[in-house]
């Protein structure tokens, strides 16, 4: 049945049980004074035995030699007696008793029952970085007290490394051990064995046990052993001759590259690191020359790990005091720095005020000038004469009849009007009036683009241009009753009456800015009526004195109105166009689609200049900030220009002020008061005109801050002139530190006889 089979076993249960099988039930002798309990090993010479002492009841391990054929009993008689030297050093295995004449020879062992390093690495892999340095103090002790007393271990591996009951390391296995001032060779175990032992003639060196404490440490920490490789292992192993096998292993150590799975370990300081990368120097030049210096590093890096609060403490603490003094002094600094641009802010801000008014009065006092060449063009004796024989001519009154009843288009009648010799000689007596502006005898006077004359029904019936233009272009014949430089009301009329129904203006007219359909650029235009004699022949008489009389005394309409325009960047205070770090600015402040639109401009006029113009396109004020900067706010103001193309100088945050600009006084106080409506809105004498100066924000600022960048610069001086003395005053400390440590003896001379001047007792 199936469930009477017998249960089969594992390969690997075989060979427990196999192995089991084996072992020995009796020890091979029985020893006065010792209860032998059971069998712990076996190896290549004999078998290992527990036991107890029967005087003691001491744990205690018996190895017994039963193979005496293999056995070199020179190498086990030092073994013996090197463990005997060392037995009253505690971190060495005891040895209790030697029976070297029985049969089997033994010798007595205390017992350590925790087994090997090799063992516990074995099971853990690698050790905490703290436990693993630990350990290998404790290895070094031993090993150091054993060169102490002249010996040299020369195979030292975790296997020989054998745990207490308080898992403190005691070094076992002396058969390959050396006296200090022996000359032959020893061979340790491969990869724990420094490259310059691996020769058959090397003599005996501490710094042989160095490399292994190294390669011990190593393992510790990574779980691995340096520069073992398979394949290494497998050329070794094939090499042939011992010599051969150790040129091998040799060749490998010195051609391979330094190990460095140490250092990928987190809680490897640098200090550790260098300690086992001079333990594995290749070159035992490099290598510590003794245990004694390997013992002297781990005193230095506790030592190092100790100061370092108290280092730490030393640089840190006068740091942060620094650094809190600094934070205060930057906070003062900045309170002040605050406080001085709020005070500086209120002070621009009022100066700013008074400039934006001193811009507006400078641009009403060239408002006057042009109404003065206003007045003196619309009473020149030549003009009043030409003008009344245009206006005496039949034929030309009615076709100017015939247009007037047309306005806006283009009348049959238009051509012959044009060829009229009348009409032409009043065209001439303006182009010379015109010239006296352009370089002429009145050159100096302010800036005028066209020149024209309109009649009682607000035909242009003559015009002269700064520039030549063609005739077909011109716009005499065409009708502009609707225009506000005709009628005088604030805004053109969109839709209206005949012209007919629309009279002309009886007074001086500044109108609202317009931009030119030509051009692009905004212009503004000045009219006044024009009065003429009851009798042709008294041309002579002036307008002022004609309007006078028609005015105040007989309520007769103007026989005409003439008008001169100018483009608001031709007045003298809006010609800067250079960019500065104060502009004057002119803005739109009728009420509607146009309120805030930017007039005047510096960049208005250098694209004109560069062939990149900006005919055509409008830039206004943020929502909002017209009023705000009318109420007298202080605002953050944004150039609206600062969006054009070739703007990107006016970007930033400005100051800005606005004043008003107001008609001359005698001219202002002879505007009419018209009735309110859509087609005449009440007038005053305040222009739809505002003057905007504009400060650069952090020119206004800049005082501060080079007082900030300057204090700062002090300040970071000074804190920097405090750290240095602080490093200063640390490493001076530190180095005389060192140098003391530097002076302490390292411990003890060499016994006598031995040929390692380096070798100390600790």
């Not at 491969?190 to 011990?216: C, K, N, T």
């Not at 005496?392 to 009348?411: F, N, V, Y």
């Not at 739809?688 to 204090?711: T, W």
């Not at 970071?716 to 490493?731: D, E, K, P, Q």
């Amino acid at each position: 049945m199936l469930g009477d089979e017998t249960e089969r076993q594992t390969v690997g249960e075989q060979w427990v049980a196999e192995e089991l099988s084996l072992r020995p039930t009796a020890p091979p002798a029985t020893l006065p004074g010792y209860r032998l309990e059971f069998f712990l090993g076996a190896g290549t010479f004999g078998e290992v035995w527990f036991g107890h002492d029967l005087n003691t009841g001491r744990p205690v391990a018996i190895k017994f030699y039963l193979h005496r054929g293999g056995v070199n009993w020179s190498l086990l008689s030092r073994e013996v007696k090197n463990l005997v030297q060392l037995s009253a050093e505690r971190s060495i295995v005891q040895v209790l008793e030697v029976g070297w004449e029985s049969e089997p020879p033994f010798y007595v062992m205390e017992y350590l029952p925790n087994g090997s390093l090799e063992d516990w690495l074995q099971t853990t892999g690698c050790l905490p970085v703290g436990q693993a340095v630990e350990m290998f103090r404790k290895i070094c002790l031993a090993l150091n007290q054993c060169h102490g007393r002249g010996v040299l271990h020369c195979d030292l591996k975790p296997g020989n490394i054998l745990l207490d009951s308080d898992h403190g390391p005691r070094l076992a296995d002396f058969g390959q051990s050396r006296m200090s001032h022996d000359q032959s060779p020893s061979l340790g175990t491969l990869f724990y064995m420094a490259p310059e032992q691996a020769q058959l003639e090397a003599a005996p060196d501490a710094r042989w046990d160095v490399y292994a404490l190294g390669v011990i440490l190593y393992r510790m920490l990574t779980g691995q052993v340096p520069h073992r490789d398979p394949s290494l292992l497998q050329r070794i192993d094939t090499a042939g001759s011992l010599s051969q096998r150790l040129e091998h292993y040799r060749e490998a150590i010195l051609g391979d590259e330094r190990p460095r799975a140490h250092r990928e370990r987190r809680g490897v300081d640098k200090d550790l690191a260098a300690i086992i990368d001079r333990c594995l120097a290749p070159d035992a030049g490099q290598r510590f020359a003794n245990v004694q210096q390997v013992l002297d590093s781990l005193d230095q890096r506790d030592q190092a790990r100790a100061r370092r609060p108290l280092m730490l403490l030393g640089i840190v603490g006068p740091l942060l005091l620094m650094l809190a003094t600094g934070g205060f002094a930057a906070r003062s600094i900045r309170s002040a720095s605050v406080r001085a641009t709020e005070a500086l802010r209120t002070e621009a801000r009022a100066s700013n005020q008074l400039a934006a008014r001193f811009a507006a009065r400078s641009l009403e006092n060239e408002l006057s000038r042009y109404f003065q060449v206003l007045a003196r063009e619309a009473t020149d004796a030549n003009t009043l004469r030409v003008l009344d024989q245009l206006l005496a001519s039949a034929e030309a009154s009615e076709i100017r009849a015939r247009i007037a009843e047309l306005p806006g288009e283009t009348h049959p009648d238009r051509p012959a009007f044009l060829r009229l010799p009348e009409r032409r000689q009043l065209d001439a007596q303006l182009k010379a009036r015109l010239a006296g502006y352009l370089g002429g005898v009145n050159s100096g006077l302010p800036g005028i683009s066209t020149m024209f004359i309109t009649d009682a029904q607000g035909t242009i019936i003559s015009i002269a241009l700064d520039t030549e233009v063609d005739e077909a272009q011109l716009s005499t014949g065409f009708n502009f009753a609707y225009r506000s430089y005709f009628h005088g009301g604030r805004d053109d009329f969109a839709t209206g009456p005949q012209p007919t129904a629309v009279t002309p203006t009886t007074r001086p007219h500044l109108s609202p800015a317009f931009q030119s359909t030509a051009t692009g650029r905004w212009k503004i235009a000045f009219s006044t009526p024009i009065f003429l004699t009851a009798a042709a022949t008294a041309g002579t008489r002036s307008a002022a004195a004609t309007g006078a009389e028609g005015g105040a005394g007989t309520n007769r309409e103007p026989d005409g109105v003439f008008v001169i325009t100018t483009d608001l960047g031709d007045f003298e205070s809006m010609r800067d166009g250079q960019l500065s770090d104060q502009l004057a600015v002119v803005i739109e402040a009728r009420q509607g689609p146009l309120r805030g639109t930017v007039l005047q401009h510096p960049l208005l006029d250098q694209p004109s200049r560069e062939g990149n113009s900006l005919a055509g396109k409008r830039f206004q004020l943020a929502s909002g900030v017209l009023d705000r900067l009318l109420a007298g706010g202080d605002v953050d103001y944004l150039d609206p220009m600062a969006r054009a193309p070739g703007g990107r100088a006016y970007q930033g945050v400005w100051l800005a002020a606005v004043a008003p600009v107001t008609l001359p006084r005698e001219i202002g106080d002879e505007q009419p008061r018209l009735p309110a409506s859509d087609t005449a809105p009440t007038q005053s004498a305040e222009t739809d005109l505002l003057l905007l100066v504009q400060y650069r924000l952090s020119k206004v600022f800049e005082p501060v801050g080079d007082l900030q960048r300057q204090l700062m610069i002090e300040g970071a001086t000074l804190l920097a002139i405090l750290f240095a003395v602080t490093v200063g005053m640390w490493w001076y400390v530190n180095r005389i530190t060192e140098h003391s440590r530097a002076d302490e003896p390292s411990g003890p001379p060499p016994p006598s006889g031995s040929d390692q001047p380096t070798i100390g007792v600790r």
